[in-house]
């Protein structure tokens, strides 16, 4: 009885804790769009572009797409019949899978949305390691391209037996032609201050131009971040909803990524504060605090700290921070 009283006081003291650790901040304490000193951003993080280009060895057979809409008695329009000239080529769908890694494991891990289609922000202290792990997988994509069109007259003779009528040597381009449709390369540039303007013109002018600058930074800028704690609070509210119950009253059902989604946009997060706003540094200080020492087996067989967990995931989105424009 008593250990069972100890146990119960342990786990009321760590709510208490929970508690008070995601009630003592609000948004009201960010920076406003005019404190975010630009200077700062600058000097702390760098604009990455990744620069990836993959055939993909489709083609419209029109062909084919006039049979298949005469044979349902339908229009040309209709539709079109997209041919792999590839088939089942592993090495192909290798490349296409280390172009997407580097792109959705590397870049956009480590980096925040800057301008549209366009570079986005590095923070200077991860940058060694994006480049570190962007390099790994240019060092994978590079030999396997050449692989690929080192055999590439071989891939298309076997091609003959996997389509069979529908193989047509005139649709296979030139292995020259193919080598310049695969391409995996990061391009840097710093990102400018103000001050670095050098501009032939009077200083009234100069001056508007350089605070017209610092207003665009300032807002894409807060922009960028609102998009990395708008991700947050989805993958926050998916664990709230999930670690309820469901509306029969029985447990949610949830996979192991519940948890590490979070921690690893709460990464992201602490990467792209290239402000050092104390309130964010404090947000995901205490969602790791929280999250890394759960995982998902015990959430799922303790109801206790399913529930407990739950309730801070609750008090974090009602108090989750953000930049305003």
């Not at 786990?11 to 929970?18: I, P």
């Not at 000097?43 to 029109?62: H, I, N, P, Q, R």
Request: proline share 4%.
């Amino acid at each position: 009885m008593e250990n069972l009283q100890t146990k119960t006081n342990e786990k009321e003291f760590h709510m208490e804790q929970v508690n008070e650790s995601i009630t003592s901040y609000s948004a009201t304490d960010l920076p406003t769009l005019d404190q975010i000193n630009v200077p700062s951003i600058s000097k702390s993080a760098v604009l990455v572009e990744l620069k990836t280009s993959c055939w993909d060895g489709k083609v419209t057979d029109k062909d084919i797409s006039n049979k298949v809409a005469a044979d349902n008695n339908a229009e040309k329009k209709a539709g079109d019949y997209k041919k792999h000239l590839f088939a089942g080529n592993k090495l192909l769908k290798e490349i296409h899978t280390i172009k997407g890694e580097a792109r959705n494991h590397v870049h956009y891990t480590y980096t925040m949305p800057w301008i549209d289609r366009g570079p986005r922000l590095c923070a200077q202290a991860v940058f060694p390691e994006y480049i570190e792990r962007m390099n790994e997988k240019i060092a994978k994509f590079d030999p396997l391209v050449a692989e690929f069109l080192d055999s590439y007259d071989f891939y298309r003779a076997e091609q003959q037996s996997v389509l069979g009528d529908m193989y047509k040597e005139h649709e296979y381009p030139s292995r020259q032609t193919i080598a310049n449709k695969f391409s995996l390369q990061v391009n840097t540039y710093p990102l400018a201050s103000s001050d670095d303007f050098r501009l032939d013109i009077n200083t009234q002018a100069l001056q508007v131009v350089k605070e017209g600058y610092d207003k665009f930074i300032q807002e894409t800028y807060v922009t960028g971040m609102n998009k990395v704690l708008g991700e947050l609070r989805q993958y926050l509210e998916n664990m709230a909803e999930r670690l309820g119950p469901t509306p029969d009253g029985t447990k949610g059902i949830f996979r192991d990524t519940l948890t590490d989604n979070v921690l690893k946009t709460v990464k992201l997060v602490r990467m792209c504060n290239v402000i050092n706003d104390l309130q964010i540094t404090a947000l995901c200080d205490r969602l790791e605090n929280e999250l890394l020492r759960v995982t998902p087996e015990a959430l799922r067989d303790d109801s206790y700290l399913r529930a407990q967990t739950q309730t801070m995931t609750q008090q974090v989105i009602a108090n989750l921070p953000s930049l305003d424009l």
